[in-house]
């Protein structure tokens, strides 16, 4: 004869059911920033577990973290240093876990992506877009015909220079500013 759930034991249940199914409901992304989000980690700390892990994500990233571990693991992303601290999730009772950090196959990763970001800065030239308007465009004394103009005056200028900021440049960001068929 089978035991039969407890009406607390039924509960415990379907909650977990439910909340395994959210996380399976939750997007691949979610769970790929999570990845994202324990590479970086690895990249500042030589070791880590769950729980500092679980300080640094947000709510979202909590159900995703196990999984997260599991696939880097899974990729050789990271590796067990053999050692086990105890886990601070009250969910968890205090229970080890694994303190981890990232493989050569990880600082490999780590660094091609640092590498990478550091190319993107210096290929990105320094632009300024501004959307200001000069000031008699400002009380709708436009130029007719439309012409390109700046939007900075004198004033704009000499407060510039008094402050030791760049001399602005740009043209007004009024439509008149604009050759009739073309750009300013």
């Known amino acids: 004869m089978t035991r039969r759930l407890t009406v607390a ?11 395994l199914t959210d996380i399976a409901n939750q997007s691949e992304w979610s769970q790929f ?14 070791t880590f577990s769950c729980n500092q892990l679980r ?14 571990i599991n696939a880097l693991r899974q990729g050789r ?30 600082v490999v990763i780590a660094r091609e992506r640092q590498i990478a970001r550091r190319l993107a800065k210096q290929q990105q030239p320094t632009v300024i877009v501004c959307y200001s308007r000069c000031w008699p465009c400002q009380f709708d004394q436009h130029y007719d015909p439309p012409q390109p103009h700046p939007w900075a005056d004198a004033e704009d200028i000499e407060h510039a220079r008094a402050t030791g900021q760049p ?14 068929g073309g750009a300013a």
């Open 77 to 106: 992303v990271i590796e067990h240093t053999g050692q086990y601290v105890p886990s601070t999730s009250p969910a968890t009772h205090g229970h080890p876990i694994a303190v981890w950090t990232l493989s050569v196959k990880g």
């Open 33 to 46: 920033l999570v990845m994202q989000a324990v590479l970086a980690f690895g990249t500042e700390h030589k």
């Open 55 to 68: 300080e640094v994500l947000p709510d979202l990233g909590h159900g995703f973290l196990g999984a997260a």
């Open 167 to 180: 001399e602005p440049t740009g043209n007004c960001a009024c439509p008149c500013a604009r050759p009739q």
């Open 9 to 19: 034991e039924r509960l415990a249940s379907a909650e977990k059911d439910l909340l």
